[in-house]
């Protein structure tokens, strides 16, 4: 029997009653739960049940955070998404690369399969067959909960609460990190962090940092390894932004050209 620790005679009374009026057929249930769902949609989540769990997840939070508490329910949230594909985070009315603060107005596109020789794209806005390539969903007073795909789908970050996680392993978790990412090709996804407190570029209002210096992060999805990379006392990294040439990963200091400060290999 579900027990409460919190509740007042009103609420006690409420669930009483409803726990003594007859089920509802099936039917019933179900034209309420699917109400929102589009029928492309539907078609879809017959193929995935990632996406069935995850629209369940989604549209029945409060459910499940009076089931297991909010901490337990990110975590089997950001499970679920880690294996997610564009379509199941669609199909759950995330908001997309198109327009992030709706669901999708497509469906009958977006929830086509990919054509083919689609799958090299770095980015991809619908409507588009398969889906976008970034998805937001807006949950509580969070930040928004933002879902990534590599080119051609092959890794997710995900991020929440300026959290990052991809593949579901979490990433950087000791640093500040910024509340936006990016896939920079099918295997590197870079997001800025906050600068060393230390460099003499580095600015303060009131004794707090305002990160004018960043840091950054690089994960290669590839190889499930993560580099964070630091400011040194010459490297005045205000944005810091990585270009992949060939065989290597240029980082310059802002996004307005000139000369890298460091060459990492890629291996």
């Known amino acids: 029997m579900f027990r409460f620790r919190k509740k007042d005679a009103d609420d006690r009374t409420r669930i009483d009653r409803a726990l003594r009026r007859p089920r509802e057929p099936d039917y019933v249930r179900a034209a309420l739960k699917w109400r929102l769902l589009d029928d492309p949609w539907r078609s879809w989540l017959r193929r995935s049940d990632a996406g069935v769990d995850l629209f369940n997840r989604w549209h029945e939070a409060g459910e499940h955070v009076a089931l297991l508490g909010e901490a337990a329910y990110r975590e089997q949230l950001v499970r679920t998404l880690s294996r997610a594909v564009p379509r199941d985070c669609a199909a759950a009315r995330f908001g997309c690369t198109r327009r992030m603060d709706r669901a999708c107005r497509n469906p009958e596109i977006c929830a086509q399969d990919p054509l083919p020789g689609t799958g090299a794209a770095v980015h991809r806005e619908g409507p588009v067959p398969g889906g976008c390539d970034h998805y937001v969903g807006w949950w509580g007073d969070s ?12 890794h997710r970050a995900v991020q929440w609460d300026r959290k990052l996680w991809i593949d579901g392993a979490p990433i950087a978790a000791e640093q500040s990190l910024d509340e936006y990412g990016a896939w920079l090709d099918e295997r590197f996804f870079v997001i800025l962090a906050e600068g060393p407190d230390d460099h003499p570029d580095q600015a303060y209002i009131w004794d707090s940092p305002v990160s004018a210096i960043r840091s ?5 999805a590839d190889r499930a390894a993560t580099l964070v990379l630091v400011p040194t006392a010459g490297e005045r990294w205000t944005n810091p932004t990585v270009v992949r040439d060939g065989d290597v990963l240029l980082v310059h200091p802002d996004r307005d050209g000139g000369a890298a ?7």
Do not use: C, M, Q
């Open 143 to 154: 930040y928004g909960l933002r879902v990534a795909f590599s080119a051609g789908d092959r």
């Open 261 to 267: 400060d460091r060459t990492l290999p890629v291996y």
């Open 216 to 220: 950054l992060v690089v994960h290669d």
